[in-house]
Structure formats: C-alpha cells, structure tokens
C-alpha cells in the first residue's frame, strides 16, 4: 500500500513563503509523476502544479505561475512545493497526488494515490 504523507503547511502573512514536502512510503512509486492540488473553502479541489517521473516536465496553475516551484528529490522520494509571494486567496488545504493515469495531468480525477493534505493559511 503506498502512503503520501504532505508537510511543511502553517500559518503565515501575505507575502511570506512556505515549502511544502510530500513524502511517498510504502510500495515505490519513485518513477511515478506527482502533482498538487489545493481545495479552499467552499470551492472544489483545483490543480496547482506538476512535475512529471524524471522531474525534466513541470507545468502549474496560472494562478500560482512565477511564485510557486515544483520539484523532486528522485533518492529521497519526496516532491516539495515552493510557495513565495503567499496570498491570502492561497488560502487551502494542500493535497499531494501521485500516479497519472491519463493524459490531463490538471484533472484531479486522473490520480491513483492521494495524501490527507496539509492546511495552509494566509493572512492579510
């Protein structure tokens, strides 16, 4: 059974950073692309950024594009998310995906394995 753990979510400022960690345990899945996805309140789970198996491929939300940074620790099998340039409309519970199963790599549907998420909040 494969686990992914989220890390790294707090509470902070407008402005500030923050990084999160998803770490994979259980049955490897290292070659396995990752992505996260983030539900505010009252809204429905949407794509925030991807990277794929090798960690060559990224693509993210436009929101989110030019402050947030995915990337990949193959040895390690953990995927963090930069976080700059926080807003409070960032405000969400951050969830880590793994195992594309189809080509929409945005489409949350798409994903085999799932983390409980992570809270993060900013205020103004």
């Known amino acids: 059974q494969v686990q992914l753990v989220e890390s790294g979510g707090g509470l902070v400022q407008a402005g500030d950073s923050l990084r999160l960690t998803c770490a994979a345990s259980?049955?490897?899945?290292?070659?396995?692309?990752r992505a996260w996805f983030r539900r505010a309140p009252g809204k429905e789970r949407e794509f925030v950024a991807f990277?794929?198996?090798?960690?060559?491929?990224?693509d993210y939300a436009d929101s989110v594009k030019g402050r947030f940074t995915i990337s990949r620790d193959l040895a390690k099998n953990t995927v963090d998310l930069q976080m700059n340039s926080l807003q409070p409309e960032d405000t969400a519970v951050y969830y880590c995906?793994?195992?594309?199963?189809?080509?929409?790599?945005?489409?949350?549907?798409?994903?085999?394995?799932w983390g409980q998420g992570t809270q993060v909040t900013v205020s103004s």
């Open positions: 995906a793994a195992e594309l199963r189809a080509r929409d790599r945005a489409d949350s549907a798409n994903y085999y394995y």
């Open positions: 259980g049955r490897t899945i290292s070659n396995s692309a």
């Open positions: 990277i794929s198996d090798s960690g060559i491929s990224t």
